[in-house]
């Protein structure tokens, strides 16, 4: 079933904004990762962060993870229209050995 | 050079039709994935092998069968091909059977009609 719910659906802002996107699952996890997907390509992966830290950074990508909220958000800062694509987030639940994804949030970067 | 390749990009064809996808990694990883993303871009979980045996199947039609001929190849068959199959299947690959860091192929869109 699915794990991870992203919100918004889609988002939408002008470039040189910061873009914000967050995720909600329903069960204990090992791990939390983003991916993005640019339209008709493969995920690529992001940033892991793991259940015992709460803030991760990779340059202009900032996540958080509250497990006490079963919630994760990653910022992306300074948005280019490059950045325009679908970001998943995916939780690896403890003791199993999949991933499973939420349905996406749709960001557009607006030159 | 590519990471994971997977051909074809895409295929069309009719129902009751039997097809494979090719997936091939050359990253060196113990371990490849089936995944399938609907038209709601739901990415769900297919199959897993980890060093060519299968530790994931995930309440997958037997119409689809997975073959690892060696840790670097996860093949994708489907027999008796059916409309709700039309989605985009991608196949991925990981350093460990974790489920942590996959790296993904480009993809296979598939339409039956």
């Known amino acids: 079933s699915q794990q991870g719910e992203e919100d918004p659906q889609a988002l939408s802002i002008q470039e040189g904004e910061n873009a914000t996107m967050n995720c909600s699952y329903k069960t204990s996890i090992n791990n939390l990762q983003w991916y993005r997907q640019n339209s008709g390509r493969g995920l690529v992966h992001l940033i892991l962060?793991?259940?015992?830290?709460r803030e991760k950074h990779s340059g202009r990508l900032r996540v958080t993870l509250d497990t006490s909220k079963k919630s994760s958000s990653l910022l992306i800062t300074a948005s280019r229209a490059a950045d325009t694509a679908s970001y998943f987030c995916?939780?690896?639940?403890?003791?199993?050995?999949?991933?499973?994804f939420g349905q996406g949030t749709r960001l557009t970067i607006n030159p | 050079d590519t990471a994971v390749s997977q051909t074809p990009k895409y295929l069309v064809t009719q129902m009751g039709n039997d097809k494979s996808i090719k997936c091939e990694q050359n990253l060196g990883h113990d371990t490849m994935y089936w995944y399938k993303q609907d038209s709601k871009k739901f990415l769900k979980i297919m199959f897993s092998y980890n060093n060519k045996e299968l530790i994931i199947n995930e309440t997958v039609p037997n119409r689809f069968s997975p073959k690892s001929p060696d840790k670097a190849h996860l093949n994708l068959h489907i027999n008796s091909l059916e409309l709700g199959d039309s989605a985009v299947y991608f196949c991925?690959?990981?350093?460990?059977?974790?489920?942590?860091?996959?790296?993904f192929g480009s993809g296979t869109q598939l339409s039956v009609l």
């Open positions: 995916a939780t690896g639940d403890q003791g199993a050995q999949k991933l499973v």
């Open positions: 991925a690959s990981s350093h460990r059977p974790n489920g942590e860091k996959l790296f």
């Open positions: 962060i793991r259940s015992n830290e």
